[in-house]
Nanobody
Framework: VQLQASGGGRVLPGESLRLSCAAS????????VGWFRQAPGKEREFVAV????????YYTDSVKGRFTASRDDAKKTVYLQMDGLKTEDTAVYYC???????????????????WGQGTLVTVSS
């Protein structure tokens, strides 16, 4: 299974971006897919996750109400819509897939077996 994250870029504070995570195999449609980010000089952190069914999503507190995870199984793609971006959202964003169905909305990196290469989001005026 390969994941490819895309959609990063440079935006002004308050603007929006939509990240995409495209999977090489439809089996990912049954996996939870999470988003993590790593800001310069900081450790990678959990951002959001959407369950395999797509019925549930979980977010870290700092992005609740601004970010939305969704999935399009026909396209084997998971999205992260990011609205109201702030300078502190600047980071490399990674998507990852967790094949274990009993990990409901895991925020733990070790639970994710497959990782994309990351896409850079820069929020700056």
């Amino acid at each position: 299974v390969q994941l490819q994250a895309s959609g990063g870029g440079r935006v002004l504070p308050g603007e929006s971006l939509r990240l995409s995570c495209a999977a090489s195999s439809a089996i990912v449609n049954t996996y939870a897919v999470g988003w993590f980010r790593q800001a310069p000089g900081k450790e990678r952190e959990f951002v959001a996750v959407i369950t395999g069914s797509g019925r549930s999503t979980y977010y870290t507190d700092s992005v609740k109400g601004r970010f939305t995870a969704s999935r399009d199984d026909a396209k084997k793609t998971v999205y992260l819509q990011m609205d109201g971006l702030k300078t502190e959202d600047t980071a490399v964003y990674y998507c990852a897939a967790d094949p274990q169905s009993w990990h409901v909305g895991s925020r733990t990196e070790a639970d994710y077996d497959y990782w994309g290469q990351g896409t850079l989001v820069t929020v700056s005026s």
